[in-house]
C-alpha cells in the first residue's frame, strides 16, 4: 500500500515538471511569433526620405503594432501592416524577391499588401503617408 502512495506521488511531481518544461519552452515561440499588443506607438511618425534605398523595406511600431515602410524599385513608397491577416504573425521582407513572407505558414505578400499565395484570407493594411520636404510622415 506504501508503495503504491510513493508511485503516485512520484507520477504526480513528473506530471507537473513536464507541464512546467512545456510551458517554460512554449511562451518564448509564443512572444516571438506574436504581435505587440497594446496602444504603444507613435501617432504619426516622420522618416527621412534618404533613410530608405530603392528595394529596401524598414520595419517599425506603428499604434501599437508592426509596421514597414517600403521603397519598391520604382521609387514609389507604400507602408503597410506588418502583422500577416492569417493568424497574426509579423511579415519578413525578402529583398531578392521583392515580396513579403509570413513564417509561420507561408502566405506571401506583394508590395502593395497583396496577397499573391498561402493561407491569409486579406491583403495586408495599409497606412497612409505623405512625402513632404523630404520627410516621409506616416499615420
Known amino acids: 500500500m506504501e508503495n503504491e502512495g ?12 513536464t507541464a512546467a518544461a512545456a510551458v517554460a519552452a512554449g511562451y518564448p515561440v509564443f512572444r516571438y511569433l506574436a504581435p505587440k499588443s497594446g496602444q504603444g506607438g ?8 534618404g533613410e530608405l534605398k530603392e528595394g529596401d523595406a524598414k520595419f517599425f511600431e506603428f499604434a501599437g503594432s508592426s509596421a514597414v515602410l517600403i521603397k519598391t524599385k520604382s521609387g514609389e513608397l507604400v507602408a503597410l ?11 519578413q521582407w525578402v529583398k531578392e524577391k521583392q515580396q513579403f513572407l509570413c513564417p509561420c505558414h507561408g502566405g506571401q505578400f506583394s508590395t502593395d499588401g497583396t ?5 491569409p ?13 523630404g520627410n516621409i510622415t506616416i499615420g
Not at 81 to 91: F, N, P, R
Open 115 to 119: 496577397v499573391l499565395g498561402g493561407p
Open 42 to 49: 507613435a501617432a504619426k511618425l516622420v522618416i527621412p526620405v
Open 6 to 17: 510513493r508511485r503516485k506521488f512520484l507520477g504526480v511531481c513528473v506530471a507537473g515538471a
Open 81 to 91: 501592416s506588418a502583422v500577416c491577416t492569417h493568424l497574426g504573425c509579423i511579415v
Open 121 to 133: 484570407p486579406r491583403p495586408l493594411a495599409k497606412i497612409p503617408l505623405t512625402v513632404t520636404e
